[in-house]
């Protein structure tokens, strides 16, 4: 007996309904980006695993899906190599490829490679999927889809404010309540120093990104664990727990790092970025969050996270500023942006607070009901001027029971159904059957258009 088919953990099929959800929010995002002057690329779904590696942490390496090389990779192996088994050096020898963890990475080796062709600023966005090895949970997949925005070329501030409007923007429009977390790398690079810990800033931000998911305890059993201080540690804990406005915070920062002039240009970055949001005036909550950190390493200045606040999720989009990224692939000196959200996690949203408009769920509009040839190829006459007027409509293909093809329309929730007999073909017209109040009217084709337009 053949085994019951399956799908990878952490991956999912979609049915139609879902296609349709999905599709909303990749065309929302997307009319929200042009609106904002993006352009948009693609990139391969493999890249080599050279311009994977090291971009993301050690933890982020772990979480590769490295590919197999093709032919007879074990010839190049030696006996000693075999028997070592050891999982990374064995991958090295026969893994030249790998699944893109992300699309800023990508699109950094895509800056550098094209950079000829590339008027900057460049202004791209992107929405493909990305892949993880990451233990499958609620709201975590291992593949899933990302749509990002970045601007390389240009150090202007003025970029993440933009930025801060899209993510508002785009969640106005999908009527979710959120909170936009913003900090600086800057102002964690002040902080380390500030505690005596300068050399740990990569195990000290890898740590406080996972106070909301592991708890204080936790994270300074971590911060203890990498050898940081007793001290440093108690230092640290009232800063990354300050409360207050976001004026507040920043006045605090201001005392707390003078010090530091990393951690000053820092609080003046995110002091910039506040002020100038808070004079357009954004729908959703805006905060200066300390324990945001985000463990990638390549972020260098602003940070971003946004939360839904009537949802049980994880960050639903994120970001920051890079500034050294290209350098990595020879391309030093080109400052980069952007934000990612999280698409898989805002269809999660969308569902559990009902959301979506109905009209970015229904499919087709309108069916004929098929009583036979000749009245079928009436029908596609009038399908015909229906759908060049932009109304979703179809004909059910076999002259089967009536019961058959009303059960189909239900099933897909189509609103109108169109009855064409013998009585209406002479005619020249059509019965419209509202599937909703059951009422039933002969109209002509043109009358039909109308009635489905408004």
């Not at 070592?84 to 026969?94: E, H, I, N, V």
């Not at 805006?286 to 260098?300: I, K």
Request: net charge negative.
């Amino acid at each position: 007996m053949a085994a019951n088919p399956s799908i990878p953990k952490g991956t999912r099929d979609f049915s139609p309904v879902e296609m349709a959800k999905r599709n909303y929010i990749f065309n929302t995002i997307r009319e929200v980006y042009h609106l904002y002057g993006f352009q948009q690329i693609e990139t391969p779904a493999m890249e080599m695993l050279s311009t994977l590696m090291g971009k993301y942490g050690e933890e982020g390496d772990k979480l590769l899906f490295k590919i197999q090389n093709s032919g007879d990779y074990f010839s190049k192996l030696t006996d000693e190599e075999l028997l070592s088994r050891d999982a990374a050096k064995l991958a090295s020898k026969f893994c030249e490829k790998g699944l893109r963890y992300d699309l800023t990475v990508p699109f950094a080796r895509y800056v550098v490679m094209h950079r000829d062709e590339i008027t900057f600023p460049f202004k791209r966005y992107q929405i493909q999927p990305v892949w993880r090895a990451d233990r499958p949970q609620k709201g975590r997949y291992r593949e899933f889809y990302q749509c990002d925005a970045d601007v390389v070329g240009s150090d202007s501030l003025f970029n993440e404010v933009e930025l801060m409007q899209i993510v508002d923007t785009v969640f106005t429009r999908f009527g979710i309540r959120v909170c936009i977390k913003i900090n600086n790398r800057k102002i964690l690079t002040g902080l380390a120093e500030v505690i005596g810990e300068s050399d740990k800033i990569v195990d000290i931000t890898v740590a406080i990104d996972k106070l909301d998911k592991i708890g204080l305890d936790n994270v300074n059993a971590e911060l203890k664990e990498k050898g940081i201080s007793d001290e440093a540690i108690a230092k640290l804990k009232p800063i990354i727990l300050l409360s207050g406005t976001n004026e507040d915070k920043i006045a605090t920062l201001k005392n707390v790092l003078s010090e530091s002039a990393t951690g000053l240009k820092g609080v003046e970055e995110s002091e910039f970025i506040l002020k100038s949001l808070a004079n357009i005036g954004l729908k959703n909550e805006l905060e200066l969050d300390l324990t945001l950190a985000r463990g990638l390493n390549y972020y260098t200045g602003a940070i971003f996270e946004v939360k839904a606040l009537d949802a049980e999720m994880g960050s639903i989009t994120g970001g920051g500023r890079y500034d050294n990224l290209t350098g990595v692939f020879g391309m030093s000196g080109v400052s980069g942006v952007g934000i990612s959200f999280g698409a898989d996690r805002i269809f999660d949203v969308l569902n559990q607070l009902d959301l979506y408009p109905k009209e970015a769920v229904n499919g087709t509009q309108l069916l004929f009901i098929n009583f036979g040839e000749r009245e079928a190829t009436f029908s596609m006459n009038v399908l015909a001027e229906v759908r060049f007027s932009g109304i979703r409509a179809e004909l059910y293909p076999d002259a089967a029971k009536m019961k058959k093809q009303m059960s189909y329309a239900n099933a897909k929730s189509i609103p109108f159904v169109a009855l064409v007999g013998e009585n209406e073909v002479n005619a020249g017209k059509v019965t419209l059957k509202n599937m909703e109040t059951g009422e039933q009217q002969l109209v002509s084709t043109e009358e039909l258009i109308a009635i489905l337009k408004n």
